[in-house]
């Protein structure tokens, strides 16, 4: 079966640039969360969704972020005039069940999307 | 607020000795307690988790993790390495009042000799 895919693998971007990266979680998982991980640091948390509805955007470091989920799968983070600080590995996850029981599911992570900003 | 501390950034053992990494987490109630590991180039895989009864977790590939609430710690361990294991691991804690966004720690890598 399929896990958590994303795309590009890689990203290139010169400072300013906008990018989008893609996460598809397992099929029929109905939360789905974005972290950040730094060079030599732990993930940390930038957004979740329940299906289609974003619950909780608190880690997004900036207004340059925005993610969205419109159909309650696919899900794209999507970085506006790119900094060099945002440089990182961007990761996707997704559980099976919603917020009341997703404390406690096993997150499905996807390989990262590496950000570098020149 | 809840915080996770890995004091290893890295940990060398021979292949085939035993092993254990080291968590402390902050958090005043009992939380919920993950190990995951993470190759190079891949996601994050969850080795093993805690939520409540025995305090011994057995996980995947051989890894175990004992819960102590006295010293707040949530250690891995392993008998024996293997060279596959070369890795990097992160501890995770959610709180378990309402919470579902995880805390990671800042990861132990691990060298295995042969």
């Known amino acids: 079966g399929a896990g958590v895919s994303q795309s590009p693998r890689y990203k290139v971007a010169k400072r300013g640039q906008d990018v989008a990266l893609r996460c598809d979680p397992i099929?029929?998982?109905?939360?789905l969360f974005w972290y950040q991980q730094a060079l030599g640091q732990g993930p940390e948390f930038l957004t979740y969704?329940?299906?289609?509805?974003?619950?909780?955007k608190s880690g997004l470091p900036s207004d340059r972020f925005f993610a969205e989920r419109p159909e309650g799968s696919v899900s794209t983070l999507k970085i506006q005039r790119t900094q060099q600080e945002d440089s990182a590995v961007y990761l996707c996850?997704?559980?099976?069940?919603?917020?009341?029981?997703?404390?406690?599911?096993?997150?499905?992570f996807g390989p990262g999307t590496r950000l570098t900003v020149l | 607020a809840q915080s996770v501390t890995q004091p290893d950034i890295h940990i060398t053992v021979s292949e085939g000795a035993s092993l254990e990494l080291r968590c402390n987490y902050s958090?005043?109630?009992?939380?919920?307690l993950f190990w995951y590991v993470q190759s190079p180039g891949q996601g994050l895989q969850l080795l093993l988790k805690?939520?409540?009864?025995?305090?011994l977790v057995q996980g995947i590939k051989g890894f175990e993790a004992e819960f102590k609430r006295s010293q707040s710690s949530f250690n891995l361990r392993k008998p024996s390495v293997h060279w596959s294991d070369a890795a990097e691991y992160f501890c995770?804690?959610?709180?378990?009042?309402?919470?579902?966004?995880?805390?990671f720690g800042r990861g132990t890598s691990l060298i295995v000799h042969p």
């Open positions: 996850a997704s559980s099976e069940r919603g917020l009341a029981g997703s404390f406690a599911d096993t997150q499905y």
């Open positions: 958090y005043g109630a009992t939380p919920y």
């Open positions: 805690y939520f409540s009864g025995d305090t």
């Open positions: 969704f329940q299906n289609e509805a974003q619950l909780d």
């Open positions: 099929s029929g998982h109905v939360s």
């Open positions: 995770a804690v959610v709180t378990s009042g309402g919470s579902y966004i995880p805390t």
